[in-house]
């Protein structure tokens, strides 16, 4: 879809400008195309991010800018910048905010390059003192499967201090692939058209995806915190490969894949660079009230996905030694240095609540037998090979926890150790989920809530299911498993306070058309005394 890329010009003109452009800059013009975003606030600073469009190749100067007011009749804070081609002109700044803003307070900031302003974004940081905050919480946005109206909604209620995006922030395919059946009616055609593979391909991908309307929105309106899941690489990424990459040579070497998908993911991300480029695991506290733990379950400890497919035999299926390495003690999905990391750090804070903020299902689910509740005519072909494992209790979904239990029995063996039960914050899955968390010997250790997709297709817009009858059946089925939703895209909101948190689910009306309205939400209490979990009442 054509937009129109509006140029801000700001009332009080060339404020620094005199100081800090030089003539070759003035012979160039500049656009602010991608907005502007915050990200990875701790109790002092927070990162700005911008990527500016040069109307000719070349390094550039910027120059930062920050103000406690938004028309900026104060600037409190002036930075020049560079920028390149070598970091595809964009431009991240880990703004020191405690020595010029007061915490816990709103703060304004916007770029310049030559007579181009960008868009003014809000951003924060937090203080030992913080006592509430308001986050939300995202997944798994398709470019080609709609708008972002779940971004929209979440900026046009302008009352969230933080939001967090648990991976799949964008997709790898081609053009048609999956969910680009109506992208081109949409004006959605990825770019690239063809599958991202190389550095050039991540960047272009990134940058169309950031100039959705919504995205631009709310990156400007709140910091975010961001962990990548497969699809920022290749689907079902693991550490030395994915399902999504070519094992014959035609799509070159997958780590030379990896690093330029994580290049790209940091030049355009607002995130808070590690020595180690795939190290994303990472710690922030928010006062004495949350100690969150975003967690990297997709790539840097995980040992490769079982495949129920590979244990069929010409006698069925060889269930003991399917069972026997699903289990193994040595399978590994975040790595026993992720592990110590996680245990390192629980044990040392005090805080009310212990949010890990991550990528895959922790609860143990399995699917009823979809194939009693769908006409035979109506199966789609890619589901039809897996049929034959329904019957067989197994697991559902072994690229998520369910599919390396032994780390999860040792994480939960770790926060019990600790004496902390925790929150689990899910994305990957496109519906919405709400699981009380229990380990071996039935001990409650967490509630986890599976986030929906911003526009990424749920179950129900895969299947011709009934949707009370398939929900009631998967409930009824799985212990841990206390209400989902499989038909509704939006987001997750935690209204977080010492005593409780209100987990909202706010479902946007649709995704086909601009539209940021929120068609119907659901909202749940879960209370600080033994993470006790009620459902609110409509």
């Known amino acids: 879809m054509k937009r129109r890329q509006a140029l801000k010009i700001s009332s009080i003109g060339a404020i620094g400008l005199s100081t800090s452009i030089s003539s070759s800059c003035s012979q160039n013009n500049y656009f602010f195309n991608h907005g502007v975003a915050s990200g990875d606030p701790l109790e002092g600073k927070v990162i700005l991010w911008t990527r500016v469009t040069p109307q000719k190749p070349g390094p550039l100067e910027t120059i930062l800018e920050i103000s406690e007011n938004e ?13 390149s081609s070598l970091s595809d002109y964009t431009i991240k700044y880990d703004f020191l905010a405690k020595k010029y803003c007061d915490s816990d307070k709103w703060f304004f900031y916007r770029f310049r ?17 913080t006592a509430t905050a308001k986050i939300g919480i995202f997944s798994c946005s ?35 692939g999956y969910a680009t059946d ?22 272009q991908r990134h940058a169309q995806y950031k100039l959705d309307q919504g995205s631009k929105a709310l990156h400007k309106n709140a910091p975010l915190i961001a962990v990548w899941d497969d699809h920022e690489f290749s689907n079902d990424a693991w550490k030395r490969g994915a399902e999504n990459h070519s094992e014959d040579g035609s799509e070159g070497d997958f780590y ?73 003690k040595n399978r590994e ?27 895959v299902l922790m609860a143990k689910l399995k699917f009823p037998d979809l194939s009693k509740m769908i006409a035979s005519e109506e199966i789609p072909s890619f589901l039809k090979p897996y049929l034959k494992f329904l019957g067989l209790g197994i697991p559902s979904n072994l ?55 911003v526009t990424s297709p749920g179950i129900t817009d895969i299947l011709s299911l009934d949707k009370a009858k398939f929900v009631n059946s998967i409930v009824k089925i799985n212990k841990e498993l206390q209400w989902m939703d499989p038909s509704n895209r939006g987001y997750l909101s935690l209204d977080c306070r010492k005593t409780k948190i209100i987990a909202s689910f706010n479902f946007i009306k649709e995704i086909e058309r601009i539209n940021p309205e929120i068609g119907s939400s659901q909202s749940f209490v879960l209370l600080q005394e033994e993470l006790g979990l009620e459902e609110i009442k409509t």
């Open 113 to 129: 390059a030559g007579n181009a302003i960008s868009e003014i974004g809000k951003s924060k940081t937090f203080s030992e003192s």
């Open 333 to 359: 999905l975040i790595g026993s240095e992720q592990l110590a990391w996680i245990e390192n750090s629980v044990v040392k804070t005090d805080a009310v609540w212990t949010i890990f903020g991550q990528q």
């Open 256 to 328: 030379a894949r990896r690093s330029a998908a994580i290049k790209a993911y940091y030049e355009w991300m607002p995130i808070r660079e590690q020595q180690n480029k795939r190290r994303i695991f990472r710690e922030f506290k928010i006062g004495k009230l949350i100690h969150l733990l975003m967690l990297d379950t997709r790539q840097y400890g995980r040992d490769k996905q079982i495949q129920p497919k590979e244990y069929l035999t010409q006698s069925g299926f060889n269930q003991a030694k399917f069972y026997n390495e699903l289990n193994s």
């Open 182 to 203: 109506n992208a081109e009616k949409l004006g959605r055609v990825p770019r690239p058209l063809h599958e991202m593979i190389t550095l050039s391909d991540y960047r």
């Open 142 to 176: 398709n470019y080609p499967a709609g708008y972002f109206n779940a971004y929209q909604a979440a900026a046009d209620k302008n009352d969230l201090d933080l939001w967090l995006h648990l991976g799949d922030y964008l997709y790898e395919y081609p053009m048609g």
């Open 71 to 83: 028309n900026f009749s104060k600037i409190v804070f002036l930075k020049k910048l560079q920028t």
């Open 399 to 453: 690229d998520a926890w369910d599919g390396y239990p032994a780390e999860r029995n040792k994480l939960y063996k770790l926060m019990n150790s600790a004496n902390k039960k925790f929150i689990s914050l899910a994305g990957d899955t496109h519906n919405s989920w709400i699981s009380e968390l229990e380990d071996l010997s039935g001990k409650k250790v967490g509630v986890e809530l599976g986030a929906p997709s």
